[in-house]
């Protein structure tokens, strides 16, 4: 089983840029698809973007489209996630697991300890 760890959070004023990392143990990484999941103090985690095993498809939700950029590099068992024009209410904790599937939204596995992201106003 892959073990996950999420880094590269912090503290940012609104308007600024974060990039988070994703670093996978084991062989497999290369194999699945990834994607970056949050939660938002008192709210459900939620799919926040999502690329294809070989980085070939990448998929956003509304609220990450054209301020996040999701990418992969398969010979260092990492994924990123570029975050930039960062809201408030981008305030989460922010993970990242395996889905599997066409959809690229299902998460199988444990959560890690995921990453604080805090944006100030």
């Known amino acids: 089983q892959m073990q996950l760890v999420e880094s590269g959070g912090g503290l940012v004023q609104a308007g600024g840029s974060l990039r988070l990392s994703c670093a996978a143990s084991?062989?497999?990484?290369?194999?699945?698809?990834m994607a970056w999941f949050r939660q938002a103090p008192g709210k459900e985690r939620e799919w926040v973007a999502a690329?294809?095993?070989?980085?070939?498809?990448?998929k956003y939700a509304d609220s990450a489209k054209d301020r996040f950029t999701i990418s992969r590099d398969n010979t260092k068992n990492t994924m990123y996630l570029q975050m930039n024009s960062l809201r408030p209410e981008d305030t989460a904790v922010y993970y990242c697991?395996?889905?599997?599937?066409?959809?690229?939204?299902?998460?199988?596995?444990?959560w890690g300890q995921g990453t604080q992201v805090t944006v100030s106003s």
């Open positions: 697991m395996p889905v599997p599937g066409a959809a690229m939204r299902n998460p199988v596995g444990s």
């Open positions: 084991g062989r497999t990484f290369g194999t699945y698809n």
């Open positions: 690329v294809s095993w070989a980085g070939s498809t990448t």
